[in-house]
């Protein structure tokens, strides 16, 4: 289950991911100790989630193959869905100010909850521990 709290542990890739989407670098210095934080609570498809971090606090919830949207801590509007195959959680997401498609999963691994990203052939992960 995805359910409970998350605090990062550590990150794979993810300045130069950062950098592909267009993060500068102070931002991208401040993002990388960034001490983010979900909370995941899901009930059937629904999920709902808080998000924690150096940047900002956000209560959201969206449901499973529906189309949302969701604005990045540097203001990045993006439109897109999470679904689930198996076990993993997949999400497809557009940028809004350019069209193009960012990809995430988040899957349970051992203890950890991994999540990956992709951008513009960049990949990047988060991996996270109970908290
Ligand atoms: C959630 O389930 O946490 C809310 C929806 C997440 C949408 C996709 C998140 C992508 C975050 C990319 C970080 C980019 C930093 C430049």
Redesign the pocket.
């Known amino acids: 289950t995805y359910n409970g709290t998350w605090k990062v542990d550590r990150s794979e890739n993810y300045e130069k991911f950062?950098e592909q989407?267009g993060?500068n670098m102070v931002k991208r210095k401040l993002?990388a100790h960034d001490n983010l934080k979900?909370t995941l609570e899901q009930t059937g498809d629904k999920f709902v989630?808080k998000?924690a971090s150096s940047f900002r606090t956000l209560d959201?919830e969206?449901t499973l193959g529906v189309t949302f949207e969701?604005a990045?801590a540097d203001g990045t509007m993006?439109s897109g869905s999470?679904g689930m195959e198996g076990d993993m959680m997949k999400?497809t997401?557009t940028r809004k100010d350019n069209g193009k498609v960012?990809k995430?999963t988040r899957a349970i691994v051992g203890e950890e909850l991994v999540q990956s990203?992709s951008y513009g052939g960049v990949e990047a992960k988060r991996i996270f521990k109970r908290g």
């Open positions: 950062m989407m993060v993002a979900i989630v998000e959201m969206f969701y990045l993006l999470w999400g997401f960012l995430t990203y």
